[in-house]
T-cell receptor, first 114, second 112 residues
Framework: NAGVTQTPKFQVLKTGQSMTLQCAQD?????MYWYRQDPGMGLRLIYYSASEGTTDKGEVPNGYNVSRLNKREFSLRLESAAPSQTSVYFC?????????????FGPGTRLLVL | DAKTTQPPSMDCAEGRAANLPCNHS???????VYWYRQIHSQGPQYIIHGLKNNETNEMASLIITEDRKSSTLILPHATLRDTAVYYC?????????????FGGGTRVLVKP
C-alpha cells in the first residue's frame, strides 16, 4: 500500500514548455487534490476532483489544467510554463465517507521554471 | 470556510508539552477543526481533528473551547522529530469538495 505517489520528484523546465505532473493513489479514495506551495508559504489549492468524472477550480487555477483519468489517477498539466509556476506541487486524496475526509498527501514534485 | 489565526513560530523544550493555539472565531456549526503538520518540505501529515469535543490520539490532544472559537493542539512530550510547521485548518463542507485551506501555520522548533 503505497498511499499517494507523485512523478516526477524533480523537474526543470524552460519558460513556455509544457509538462504533466502525475498523481496516483491506491486507497480507493473518491476525492483528489492538487496544491502548490511557494517558499515559506502554506499550501494553496489549484484544482480538485470530488469524485471520478468531476473537477473544480481551487484558489489558484490559472495556468493549469487537470484530468481525473480514473478513480486512482489525477494529473496536473502546465501548458506553457512560466517562472511564477516555480513551486512544490503536492497531490492529496481523501475518502469523504472515511473519518471526516482526512487528506493524505504525496511527497511532492519540485518544479523549477527558468 | 472559516479563517484561522496562529502564531508564526514558537520554541519548545524536548520532553516538555507543546501547546499550539489557534483562533477560528468565524467557524460555523458543521465545520471541523483539523491539524496537520509538515516536516521539512515533505507532504503534510494529518494529526488530529475534532468538532466540539476534546480529542486524543497517539500523536496529540485537541482541546476545543466551548464556544468553538479557538482550539489548542497539545503535543504531550515533544521530541526533536516534532520540529515542523503545524497548520490549524477549518474543513469545508462535503458539498464544497472537502477542501482544506492552509494558512501560514506555526513553525515549531523543539530544542534539546
Amino acid at each position: 500500500n503505497a498511499g499517494v505517489t507523485q512523478t516526477p520528484k524533480f523537474q526543470v523546465l524552460k519558460t513556455g514548455q509544457s509538462m504533466t505532473l502525475q498523481c496516483a493513489q491506491d486507497m480507493n479514495h473518491n476525492s483528489m487534490y492538487w496544491y502548490r506551495q511557494d517558499p515559506g508559504m502554506g499550501l494553496r489549492l489549484i484544482y480538485y476532483s470530488a469524485s471520478e468524472g468531476t473537477t473544480d477550480k481551487g484558489e489558484v487555477p490559472n495556468g493549469y489544467n487537470v484530468s481525473r483519468l480514473n478513480k486512482r489517477e489525477f494529473s496536473l498539466r502546465l501548458e506553457s510554463a512560466a517562472p511564477s509556476q516555480t513551486s512544490v506541487y503536492f497531490c492529496a486524496s481523501s475518502d469523504l465517507s472515511g473519518p471526516r475526509g482526512t487528506q493524505y498527501f504525496g511527497p511532492g514534485t519540485r518544479l523549477l521554471v527558468l | 470556510d472559516a479563517k484561522t489565526t496562529q502564531p508564526p513560530s514558537m520554541d519548545c523544550a524536548e520532553g516538555r508539552a507543546a501547546n499550539l493555539p489557534c483562533n477560528h472565531s468565524t467557524i460555523s456549526g458543521n465545520e471541523y477543526v483539523y491539524w496537520y503538520r509538515q516536516i521539512h518540505s515533505q507532504g503534510p501529515q494529518y494529526i488530529i481533528h475534532g468538532l466540539k469535543n476534546n480529542e486524543t490520539n497517539e500523536m496529540a490532544s485537541l482541546i476545543i473551547t466551548e464556544d468553538r472559537k479557538s482550539s489548542t493542539l497539545i503535543l504531550p512530550h515533544a521530541t526533536l522529530r516534532d520540529t515542523a510547521v503545524y497548520y490549524c485548518i477549518v474543513r469545508g463542507t462535503e458539498a464544497a469538495g472537502n477542501k482544506l485551506t492552509f494558512g501560514g501555520g506555526t513553525r515549531v522548533l523543539v530544542k534539546p
